[in-house]
């Protein structure tokens, strides 16, 4: 199985801050690489797909970049509703798999 | 907008199989180009991808497993279901439907509101 790396596991950042998470694939997966976000009690909510592509609805202060094996995703200006916990997601081979999530908590 | 909705009972007995369906409303699931997935988190853990089904039938589950799994369609009713055998305490844990594009890439969206399924005697 692919191993999806997170880091770091949490952060504490204030609004208004640049916010980058990132994301390491045990083995290259091209662009391959999915970004979630998850708030309390809901579902995952479907952000960046194939690395960089921002998922219709999205605010374009989240942005993806990567390839390979090492991907980040950005909040250029962390808003309130964006305090919630960030997942990867490597479709590159099955069993599809999913980074143990990063934390975003408020300062 | 595809909407999908997660039923089934909220304990399940050690030993005992779980059982769950996804409706799906808003699109066909037989309207083909996506995978019908399950997915699991674990209380204040990670997401756990299960498997898929193709409306055709065609299925891939993942090895964690151990062959547990079976996920079925029924394309009359617009659902897919999940059943998981021999649960343990350790099956206890959020389960999600979600639907992945199957091309170009397989990306889950959307997703259902999740079901809790803890499995106590």
């Known amino acids: 199985d692919i191993q999806m790396t997170q880091s770091p596991s949490s952060l504490s950042a204030s609004v208004g801050d640049r916010v980058t998470i990132t994301c390491r694939a045990s083995q290259t997966i091209s662009t391959h690489l999915h970004w979630y976000q998850q708030k309390p009690g809901k579902a995952p909510k479907l952000l960046i797909y194939?690395?960089?592509s921002l998922q219709s609805g999205v605010p374009s202060r989240f942005s993806g970049s990567g390839s390979g094996t090492d991907f980040t995703l950005t909040i250029s200006s962390l808003q309130p509703e964006d305090f919630a916990t960030y997942y990867c997601q490597q479709s590159y081979n099955t069993p599809w798999t999913f980074g143990q999530g990063t934390k975003v908590e408020i300062k | 907008q595809v909407q999908l909705q997660e039923s089934g009972p909220g304990l399940v007995k050690p030993s005992q199989t779980l059982s769950l369906t996804c409706t799906v409303s808003g699109g066909s699931i037989s309207s083909g180009g996506y995978y019908w997935s399950w997915i699991r988190q674990h209380p204040g853990k990670g997401l756990e991808w299960i498997g898929y089904i193709h409306y055709s039938g065609s299925t891939y589950y993942n090895p964690s497993l151990k062959s547990r799994a079976i996920i079925s369609v029924d394309t009359s009713r617009n659902q897919f279901s999940l059943k998981l055998r021999s649960v343990t305490a350790a099956d206890t844990a959020v389960f999600y439907c979600?639907?992945?594009?199957?091309?170009?890439?397989?990306?889950?969206?959307?997703w259902g509101q999740g079901t809790l399924v803890t499995v106590s005697s």
């Open positions: 194939d690395a960089s």
């Open positions: 979600a639907r992945a594009a199957m091309t170009p890439d397989n990306w889950f969206d959307p």
